[in-house]
T-cell receptor
Framework: AQRVTQPEKLLSVFKGAPVELKCNYS??????LFWYVQYSRQRLQLLLR??SRESIKGFTADLNKGETSFHLKKPFAQEEDSAMYYCALYQGNTPLVFGKGTRLSVIA | IAGITQAPTSQILAAGRRMTLRCTQDMRHNAMYWYRQDLGLGLRLIHYSNTAGTTGKGEVPDGYSVSRANTDDFPLTLASAVPSQTSVYFC?????????????FGPGTRLTVL
């Protein structure tokens, strides 16, 4: 059963528009969630994690246990945000589980 | 400091051939992982190792084997390659396989099996 769902394979937005990349998870315990990003010709890297409650490159993500979601948001998209984004779930004692990814394309 | 390196960068391989993808890290991380990245399927875990001398199966282990003789190296072997193993392979490491640990990824190996 898929434990991390990213419903959009591709998301296209105009520069300056708000962005929301959706992530839902299924886990009965206390989850730890992450967003990883892969820019063109770069390595996959951690963007942010829910326990840090930080904003990175203008992105934020809030864990909503009631909706089992961890959506990634940014109020004003920039062209350099174009990348592949992966949501990942840590369930305890097993490696991270990644979603299928969403490709964000920011149109100038 | 190199971090985590993979070799080769890319490879074209005939079906049925044996191939080993190399992964080395110099961060003294205990945990290491192998993923394959396929369009529409995202990142799928093949095998992992929580510490030197131990390995575990991930989501898609069939057709692959790993070994972890020391902390730094975590090679992935395809004993008899098949076209469905055409993919981009990523190696990653983390300090431990524990809570909150960031995974650091290598640059990837693009493998084509004909």
């Amino acid at each position: 059963a898929q434990r991390v769902t990213q419903p959009e394979k591709l998301l296209s937005v105009f520069k300056g528009a708000p962005v929301e990349l959706k992530c839902n998870y299924s886990y009965s315990g206390s989850p730890e969630l992450f967003w990883y990003v892969q820019y063109s010709r770069q390595r996959l890297q951690l963007l942010l994690r829910h326990i840090s409650r930080e904003s990175i490159k203008g992105f934020t993500a809030d864990l909503n246990k009631g909706e089992t979601s961890f959506h990634l948001k940014k109020p004003f998209a920039q062209e350099e945000d174009s990348a592949m984004y992966y949501c990942a779930l840590y369930q305890g004692n097993t490696p991270l589980v990644f979603g299928k990814g969403t490709r964000l394309s920011v149109i100038a | 400091i190199a971090g985590i390196t993979q070799a080769p960068t890319s490879q074209i391989l005939a079906a049925g051939r044996r191939m080993t993808l190399r992964c080395t890290q110099d961060m003294r991380h205990n945990a290491m992982y192998w993923y394959r990245q396929d369009l529409g399927l995202g990142l799928r875990l093949i095998h992992y190792s929580n510490t030197a001398g131990t390995t575990g199966k991930g989501e898609v282990p069939d057709g692959y084997s790993v070994s972890r003789a020391n902390t730094d190296d975590f090679p992935l072997t395809l004993a008899s390659a098949v076209p469905s193993q055409t993919s981009v392979y990523f190696c990653a490491s983390s300090p431990t396989q524990g809570s909150g640990n960031e995974q650091f990824f290598g640059p990837g190996t693009r493998l084509t099996v004909l």
